[in-house]
Every structure is written in C-alpha cells, then in structure tokens.
C-alpha cells in the first residue's frame, strides 16, 4: 500500500481534513505509539481521535484508493454525534470496539448494523468484510468462516470480496474439527478461485488468495494441485514484478515470490531477482534476509550464514530476532551447535529487552523451540 495505493493523487483531498502518519511498528524509536496502539496485523489504518487519542476505527489489511477514502470519511463521521442512523451508530460502536480490540464485541456490533442497515445500506460492504475481519481476531475460526459464506453472497465481485474470500479461506484452514474444515472449504474454495479474476483487486489481495488457495490444496492431500497453484502464483506475481517501475515497488514482490517459488518446488528460480533486491537496495535488510530463506531452502547454509549476517548487520529492534534465528538455523545445517545456541540465547536475551508490544512473538517461540531441540540433541 506504501508503494501503490497511499501516494494516490486522489487521496489529495483528503488533506486539511485528516493529518496521514506513517508508521514503522518495528522500529525501536516508535515503541512507545505501539505500546498505546497495538498493532495485530499488517498492514492496519487507524484512524484517532486527536482530542481522546481513542481508536476510532481499525481497518487490517489492505485496502484500495476508493476504500482509503471512505474510510477516513467514515470514521469523520464517526466523531460526529448524534447525526447517525441505527445502522451507522451500531458501525460506529462497532469500529470503537474493534479500535479497543474488543474483537468478539465489535463482531457483535458489525451484525447488528448489517441487519438494521439491510441490503441497501451504502456501508454495508465495509461492515461485511469488518465482520469477518473482527471474527478472525477473535481466535474463532468458526465464526469467521462461517460470517465469510454469509456475506459473500452479498457482496459485489471486486476487492471486498476478494479479502472477505482470502480471509474465510484462512480461518477455514484453521477449523480443528475435520468435518467443519471441509463443509467450509468445500464453500469457500470455488469462490476465492473466482475471486481471482474479479477486478479491481489489489496485488497483495490477489496474492494473499494464491497463497490460501494453495494451502487448501495441500490440507485436502492434494500436493500436486497445492503446487499447480504455486506455479499460477509465481507467474502472477513475476508479471507484476516486471511491470514495477522502480527497485522498491518490485522488492515488494519478493517475499510473496518466494513463498510461491518455495511452494511450487522451484526455489532457485527466484534467486536473481532477490540477487537484484540486495543489490539495488544496499541499506535495506529485508533483501538479504530473504536470501538467507533462500540459501537454506536450497542446501547452502555458508551463503545463507553470509546473507543473515548482511541483514544482522542493517537490521534494528524486532527485526533483529527473525534475523538471529535464520542465523542460528544456518550454524546448525554447517554442524556447528555451540554457535547456534548461542545465537538463539542471544535471540531470546534481545527479545527480553523489548518492549512487550513490538516483540516478535512468533520468531522468539520460534528460538525457543530451536534451542530446547538442540539441547535435546546434545542430551541424546
């Protein structure tokens, strides 16, 4: 979005009536804004009140330049009082809530203003996907793909739907029950394929449908249909790589590329194009952390060792513990443990010092897992 959709022109309109500020929940210097406003996915829009410094609005994920938009009208809105219908007070609520991350509450809220607004209501597309957006961050895969098969049929095909398909999809994947997984797969699947060719879908939103697509093949068993997708990924995402005008805007691209080459079972396929990224983009530390996934992926733990150092090297503040653990993985496929265990403990000893808002929960579980399991090696 900070590439494609955010230095919109269109957007232009909006100044003088909503102030933009861009935030970097990573770094360490902006600790203290995520402390007060914690961030659950990537990327969010919050809109804030300035006189209450409340949340009014929360918005994960992507978002077109039409969305953007009505978004910042809507939460506009939202602060005036008193003027609203029962179907814009209760999205009003609803916002407020999931803006508190009172996410079963906002769910709550968000059916409450789709049935006063009815099948009319001019916000009732934004209140769909919030529904489904609210269920998911409630931990209750159920609810959100099931509120995914109830509102898709009303939506429109076009960028709503598309998330709203992606979204369900995921949640769906998550169901424990077996049964339930695939009554909800079963749904979902044909309408997130035909999602893909739907207009107006952002790059990401297509991508993110990919990418749920060919997990579901291979939850269903179907490793030669997960990698079919995989390719159909790639391709997807090499023509808008091409189409990119500068290194930035195709750098972008690579983590989902090599996602999707990893998928298809053609890993060194994306190997150039990451070359490039390090290569057009010096200061950044995202390039050479991808050629360390890389360089693991394809048997070269030397290179990979030499690629995390690189991004050691240019990485501050959370970033630094996914780094350490791609590190510490490279220590060990070259046989030596000591280092990587003490690379891990590092790891963990910086994530310790972070504040509790920006550390990176799932890489520090991540080092804790890898440092108990070579120290049960060591035990063996």
Not at 213 to 228: F, I, P, T, V
Request: overall charge neutral; aromatic content about 4%.
């Amino acid at each position: 979005m900070r590439a494609y959709v955010l230095p919109d022109a269109r957007l232009a309109k909006l100044a003088g009536r909503v102030v933009r500020l861009d935030i970097d929940t990573e770094k360490p210097g902006n600790a203290p804004f995520v402390e007060k406003f914690p961030i659950d996915a990537w990327p969010t829009l919050l809109a804030i009140d300035p006189s209450t410094e409340q949340v009014i609005l929360r918005w994960a994920g992507t978002a077109t330049v039409p969305q953007v938009e009505k978004l910042a009208l809507d939460a506009e809105r939202a602060m005036r009082a008193g003027e609203a219908s029962r179907a814009d007070a209760a999205l009003a609520r609803a916002d407020r809530l999931l803006g508190e991350r009172r996410h079963a509450e906002a769910a709550a809220a968000y059916r409450e203003a789709l049935a006063a607004g009815g099948k009319t209501w001019e916000r009732r597309e934004r209140a769909a996907e919030a529904l489904v957006q609210a269920s998911g961050f409630a931990d209750d895969p159920d609810a959100c793909a099931r509120a995914a098969r109830e509102v898709l049929p009303t939506l429109a095909p076009g960028a709503a739907a598309a998330r709203v398909a992606a979204q369900g999809l995921a949640c769906a994947l998550d169901i424990e029950d077996a049964t339930a997984r695939t009554s909800a797969l079963d749904a979902l699947e044909p309408i997130a394929r035909a999602a893909l060719g739907a207009g107006g879908v952002l790059a990401d939103d297509r991508s993110w449908l990919y990418d749920e697509l060919a997990k579901a093949r291979a939850a269903r068993g179907d490793e030669a249909g997960a990698k079919a997708v995989a390719r159909r990924w790639l391709a997807f995402l090499d023509g808008e790589a091409a189409r990119a005008r500068t290194p930035v805007e195709r750098s972008a691209f690579d983590g989902q590329r090599l996602q999707a080459a990893i998928r298809a079972g053609e890993p060194a396929r994306i190997l150039p194009a990451l070359l490039a990224s390090e290569r057009d983009l010096p200061e950044e530390f995202v390039p050479p952390t991808n050629l360390a996934v890389l360089y693991l992926e394809l048997g070269r733990p030397r290179d990979a060792l030499a690629a995390a150092e690189r991004a050691l090297a240019r990485a501050k503040g959370p970033r630094r513990i996914r780094v350490l653990v791609l590190e510490a993985q490279a220590q060990d496929a070259l046989g030596d443990r000591a280092a990587a265990r003490s690379t891990l403990e590092r790891a963990l000893s910086e994530s310790a010092a972070l504040p509790d808002a920006t550390r990176p929960r799932g890489y520090t579980e991540k080092a804790r897992k890898l440092l108990a399991k070579l120290d049960g090696a060591a035990a063996d």
